[in-house]
C-alpha cells in the first residue's frame, strides 16, 4: 500500500478533522502524558524509498509553544476556523506561510496512532472551548526544556567545529610551518 495522507478520518469512534482540537492520553509518551494537539494530517502507509510502515498523525502540541504565543496562535486560529465554518485544513506550508512562529520541527508532534493501545480517550475539543482549554494547559510549559535542548545541541556543535578547527590548524602548521 503507498503512502496515504489523510485529513478526515474516523478513529477511536470520534471524526479527527485536520485543524481541530483534540485531547488524548497517549502511553508512548516521552515528556508529555496528555497532549492537546490541534491536528495535521494522518499517515498511513507504506514509505516507497525505505518501505517502512507510516502509521503515525501528526500535530502541533500545545504544550511546546512558549506561553506568549500558545494564546495568540489558537485565538487567531479559532477566527481563522470561525471565519470558514470549521472546513478549512491546516497543512504545514501553510503553517510555515501563516504563522512562522509556530512552523518548528520540535512543535510539530507525530503520535502513533497503530498499536491501539497508544491513544486512548480521545476527545475532541469544540472551537467555542479552545482559549480555556489553552489556559487550563498553561502550567504544562514545555517549550523552556526544548529550548535548553536546542542550545545544549547548539554549544555541542561548535565545540565539535572549534575542536576540529584546533586540530587542522595543528596539522597544517606542522605540515607548512608557522607564520610568525
Known sequence: MALKVHRNFKF??????????????YRGYGTDPEPIVILLYKFSGTHPTTGRQWRFIQCINIAYLPRHIRHNFVMNW???????????????ERLKRQYPMVAREDVCRRYFYSPNYYIMDPVYIPPDQWEKTAMI???????????QNLVRRQKATSKRKTDRGGVVSRILGSIFGRRK
Open 78 to 92: 479559532k477566527i481563522e476556523m470561525e471565519r470558514s465554518g470549521g472546513n478549512t485544513y491546516l497543512t504545514w
Open 137 to 147: 494547559s498553561w502550567w504544562k510549559d514545555y517549550s523552556k526544556k526544548l529550548r
Open 12 to 25: 477511536k469512534g470520534i471524526r479527527w478533522i485536520s485543524g481541530h482540537m483534540y485531547k488524548f492520553h
